[in-house]
């Protein structure tokens, strides 16, 4: 068990670029999650995966965030047109179902910094 | 929709002081579950507990301890004879607890509490 991978860890650019993060989740988890980090705050949920099927994506997802997992196990999450309010640590999380209340597993995460 | 308040914002303890970090959450749900989460600065949230909605008994882990208090809405987490590891940002986080995805759903955070153990 490797945990959850999460590349790359830190990631600068400039405004209007587009950016893609990874996450390969524990390899037998069926379950993925997104979730975003501002400073001072507590994660927000982002989106979830069942296996390869986007299950639930929240309002904060604008529609220049999109998110895969194209084979049901690693994913990537998108940001086209990036904007500054887009800063923030980028957390991957998985879990399986199959487990009885297994917990969530998260990665150390990806930081974005939009200049 | 599901809250969840975290108070207190940085606490600072000398080493062996215990210290309590307080929760408070809100739902309309009558199933769900707490958590309580540690971030070190490595950014790697790490799971401490989870307790569900039903089980009202105090948790008591090596030097942690949580009390959950239903009649108050509360979850609030212990650290006895604190140390120096014990720095970190904790977050307390509530999930629903659907049919389908029982204990693993989506968590809502509170803004957590960082914690400083001073030699």
């Known amino acids: 068990d490797t945990g959850v991978s999460q590349n790359p860890r830190h990631k600068i650019t400039k405004r209007g670029q587009n950016v893609t993060f990874r996450c390969d989740p524990i390899?037998?988890?069926?379950?993925l999650y997104w979730y975003r980090q501002t400073l001072g705050q507590g994660p927000e949920f982002l989106t979830y995966?069942?296996?390869?099927?986007?299950?639930?994506k929240s309002r904060l997802l604008s529609d220049r965030f999109s998110a895969e997992r194209p084979k049901g196990s690693f994913s990537t999450l998108e940001i086209q047109r990036t904007e500054q309010g887009d800063s923030a640590m980028y957390l991957c999380?998985?879990?399986?179902?199959?487990?009885?209340?297994?917990?969530?597993?998260f990665g150390n995460g990806t930081r974005l910094t939009v200049t | 929709a599901q809250k969840v308040t975290q108070a207190q914002t940085e606490i600072s303890v000398v080493e062996k002081e215990d210290v309590t970090l307080d929760c408070v959450y809100e739902?309309?749900?009558?199933?769900?579950?707490l958590f309580w989460y540690k971030q070190p600065p490595s950014g790697e949230l790490v799971f401490l507990i989870r307790?569900?909605?039903?089980?009202?008994q105090n948790e008591i882990s090596g030097r942690y301890s949580w009390n959950f208090q239903k009649s108050t809405s509360s979850f609030n987490f212990t650290i006895t004879a604190s140390q120096v590891v014990d720095s970190a940002v904790y977050f307390c986080?509530?999930?629903?607890?659907?049919?389908?995805?029982?204990?693993?759903?989506?968590?809502?955070f509170g803004k957590g509490i960082t914690l400083s153990v001073r030699p």
């Open positions: 986080a509530l999930s629903e607890a659907g049919v389908f995805t029982g204990a693993n759903s989506k968590l809502t």
């Open positions: 307790r569900n909605s039903f089980d009202e």
């Open positions: 995966f069942q296996n390869e099927a986007q299950l639930e």
């Open positions: 739902t309309r749900d009558t199933t769900y579950y």
């Open positions: 390899s037998e988890h069926n379950r």
């Open positions: 999380a998985s879990t399986s179902d199959r487990v009885m209340l297994s917990p969530l597993h």
